[in-house]
């Protein structure tokens, strides 16, 4: 089983609209959750931490649910810029491991 | 300042070779990661180090080795190339080995195997 999973999507979706991405972890002892942005041929670059009390970040909003193992991340009133790669990241439980899912492709169109 | 810079930046190799990447962390950061990234992936974690000393290493064999130079700087090494070893390498700078570290990845290397 990996790790980390992810819907590898794509999610076409048309400008303004809400957009959910979950992501599933197998190992319970993970204590640190991210989520990534990936341009196509470009780094991963990160968007933001998640935290057991959910946290927001303008149009972005993500979730933990440890007693699932589950994380998601909510895009509110999508912008064309928000095509990208999303990638879920989590802490293997040992501090210097971390396991990325194989990313969700959105695609935001006009 | 300068953020993580990595060469080069394409490679391409026949199999059998063997290459050398290289990595300059963000200035302060004491620890560097180095993860595979096949396309349609995410990336997969290879090895860690911190205060050179290797910290982590991932589920890859022994063809791979790297190192951590005083300066934080970092080499990773991969002998006797597959051509399964042709992918994106990313390097990753991060200040320390907290678990809620955040990462700071290079723009990589693409390797190429023929």
């Known amino acids: 089983r990996k790790e980390v999973e992810q819907d590898p999507g794509p999610f076409n979706v048309p400008e303004g609209a809400t957009v959910a991405f979950n992501c599933t972890y197998s190992?319970?002892?993970?204590?640190?959750f991210f989520w990534y942005r990936q341009d196509c041929r470009k780094e991963p670059k990160l968007l933001m931490s998640v935290y057991s009390s959910g946290n927001e970040d303008g149009r972005f909003t993500a979730q933990l649910n440890r007693a699932s193992q589950y994380i998601s991340l909510l895009i509110r009133d999508s912008k064309l810029s928000d095509s990208a790669t999303y990638l879920c990241?989590?802490?293997?439980?040992?501090?210097?491991?971390?396991?990325f899912g194989s990313g969700t492709k959105l695609n935001v169109k006009p | 300042d300068a953020g993580v810079t990595q060469s080069p930046t394409h490679l391409i190799k026949t199999r059998g070779q063997h290459v050398t990447l290289r990595c300059s962390p963000i200035?302060?950061?004491?620890?560097v990661s180095w993860y595979q990234q096949v396309l349609g992936q995410g990336p997969q974690f290879i090895f860690q180090y911190y205060e050179k000393e290797e910290r982590g290493r991932g589920n890859f064999p022994d063809r791979f080795s790297a190192r951590q130079f005083p300066n934080y700087s970092s080499e990773l090494n991969v002998n006797a190339l597959l051509l399964g070893d042709s992918a994106l390498y990313l390097c990753?700078?991060?200040?320390?080995?907290?678990?809620?570290?955040?990462?700071?990845f290079g723009s990589g290397t693409q390797l190429s195997v023929l």
């Open positions: 190992n319970s002892a993970s204590q640190s």
């Open positions: 990241v989590v802490n293997g439980g040992n501090f210097n491991k971390f396991y």
């Open positions: 990753a700078s991060s200040l320390t080995l907290l678990r809620d570290e955040k990462l700071f």
């Open positions: 200035s302060g950061h004491k620890s």
